[in-house]
């Protein structure tokens, strides 16, 4: 069974940083494209950023400039680097990885907290 486990979130103040990581085990990291989604309170979950198994990166309109995600296949890891978070940030985020080929294969992990607040 796929397992996508997040950690690093955290409550941190306006204009501060966290680092979230996602640990993937049971699955051919390499070949899938890794993301990163939030919900908030009273919202639809959303993306923030994903990296595609080339290393291709998407993100947000809402964050750009202010995230950065990267990815270790030798690690099976993904990661989420939020600097100059902002109260507008605070949400639950989900690791995904994601396969599309004649179907969509969508593995979700189970969310971390991060909360800015002053």
């Known amino acids: 069974q796929v397992q996508l486990v997040e950690s690093g979130g955290g409550s941190v103040q306006p204009g501060g940083s966290l680092r979230l990581s996602c640990a993937a085990s049971r699955i051919v990291f390499s070949i899938y494209t890794m993301g990163w989604y939030r919900q908030a309170p009273g919202k639809q979950r959303e993306l923030v950023a994903a990296i595609s198994s080339g290393g291709r990166t998407i993100y947000a309109d809402s964050v750009k400039g202010r995230v950065t995600i990267s990815r270790d296949n030798g690690k099976n890891m993904v990661y989420l680097q939020m600097n100059s978070l902002k109260p507008e940030d605070t949400a639950v985020y989900y690791c995904?990885?994601?396969?599309?080929?004649?179907?969509?294969?969508?593995?979700w992990g189970q969310g971390t907290q991060v909360t800015v607040s002053s």
């Open positions: 995904n990885a994601r396969r599309e080929v004649n179907l969509v294969i969508d593995y």
